[in-house]
């Protein structure tokens, strides 16, 4: 599947930073192709969104992917922790609307978000 750098580092984000039901990160035994439809089509348009949006205040899309999963879903460092000053505060605080993902393996196998 072709996607731009930002969406790619985003789910590289999403995988490395989550964990299974062992509590191993998912990025372990995970990729891209184990994401379910559902929950890869979500991630795609709120990337896309989210560069659209802010388009202004994106300079390197492989961290601001990276910073847009980490500082919408309240880790430790994100983009307002960069030293990117006023660039860095307006970019976490349009991540707010967006709110924290959960991401889980289903029945079926495939990661699903929540």
């Known amino acids: ?36 439809p559902e929950t890869l089509g979500a991630m795609i348009e709120d990337c896309r969104v989210f560069q659209e949006a802010n388009a202004d205040d994106l ?11 980490l500082t919408r879903n309240g880790h430790g460092v994100g983009f307002w922790d960069r030293g990117y000053g006023e660039r860095g505060q307006r970019l976490t605080a349009a991540c707010r609307p967006y709110g924290e993902v959960d991401l889980y393996i289903g029945d079926d196998g495939k990661v699903h978000g929540a």
């Open 1 to 36: 599947m072709k996607l731009d750098s930002f969406t790619r580092a985003y789910i590289k984000a999403a995988l490395w930073s989550s964990v299974d039901d062992k509590g191993l990160p998912m990025d372990d035994s995970y990729d891209l192709d184990d994401i379910s």
């Open 59 to 69: 300079q390197d899309p492989e961290q601001d992917g990276h910073d847009f999963w």
